[in-house]
T-cell receptor, first 114, second 111 residues
Framework: NAGVMQNPRHLVRRRGQEARLRCSPM?????VYWYRQLPEEGLKFMVY????????ESGMPKERFSAEFPKEGPSILRIQQVVRGDSAAYFC????????????FGPGTRLTVL | GESVGLHLPTLSVQEGDNSIINCAYS??????FIWYKQESGKGPQFIID?????DKRQGQRVTVLLNKTVKHLSLQIAATQPGDSAVYFC??????????FGPGTRLSVLP
């Protein structure tokens, strides 16, 4: 299966803890996008990365949120000191080199903050 | 920022009928559009795409129409089946990057 993989699928954290969400893009894809989705709402763009570079982070909150896509390993979306408002589904998508074209989505990570 | 919106938040159709889901986009410069289907608890699934140099594109049971004059996009599903029940999102982009998604339309297929 060469699809986009995300883990964990479900993550429960208490307020103040850290959440780490992982995304492995499709084979051959070098561009990763992170989106956030609240129940019954559309996807909101957060950040666009390629290997070792952040291309566009205009949708990412300035505090507590960070993302990386290292040369080796998955892309990671990190949320520090989580609050209840961070509860959402976080989706990762990948696209081929050049970052142009169809984005293929992973199954998402559902974060619940208690 | 600019956003994509949908005329109908929910749509109910009888099984076997055709479905039409509409989308209004805001950026007249957008040149690439995608329709995604999202089933409950899953990630969005690519259905069909269209570039701005086209007015119509057909897939298996689906057709996307693009009207650049009024910045309108539609997804037509022929002979709607129960498995088509999902939320459908349109997304617009410029140069195939930085997609902006609409709020979604929920399609319910009635037996």
């Amino acid at each position: 299966n060469a699809g986009v993989m995300q883990n964990p699928r479900h993550l429960v954290r208490r307020r103040g803890q850290e959440a780490r969400l992982r995304c492995s893009p499709m084979k051959g894809h070098s561009h990763v996008y992170w989106y956030r989705q609240l129940p019954e709402e559309g996807l909101k763009f957060m950040v666009y990365l390629q290997k070792e570079n952040i291309i566009d982070e205009s949708g990412m909150p300035k505090e507590r949120f960070s993302a990386e896509f290292p040369k080796e390993g998955p892309s990671i979306l990190r949320i520090q000191q989580v609050v209840r408002g961070d509860s959402a589904a976080y989706f990762c998508a990948s696209s081929p080199p050049g970052g142009v074209g169809t984005q293929y989505f992973g199954p998402g990570t559902r974060l619940t903050v208690l | 920022g600019e956003s994509v919106g949908l005329h109908l938040p929910t749509l109910s159709v009888q099984e076997g009928d055709n479905s039409i889901i509409n989308c209004a986009y805001s950026n007249s410069a957008s040149d690439y559009f995608i329709w995604y289907k999202q089933e409950s608890g899953k990630g969005p699934q690519f259905i069909i795409d269209i570039r701005s140099n086209m007015d119509k594109r057909q897939g298996q049971r689906v057709t996307v129409l693009l009207n650049k004059t009024v910045k309108h996009l539609s997804l037509q599903i022929a002979a709607t089946q129960p498995g088509d029940s999902a939320v459908y999102f349109c997304a617009e982009s410029l140069y195939g990057q930085n997609f902006v998604f609409g709020p979604g339309t929920r399609l319910s297929v009635l037996p």
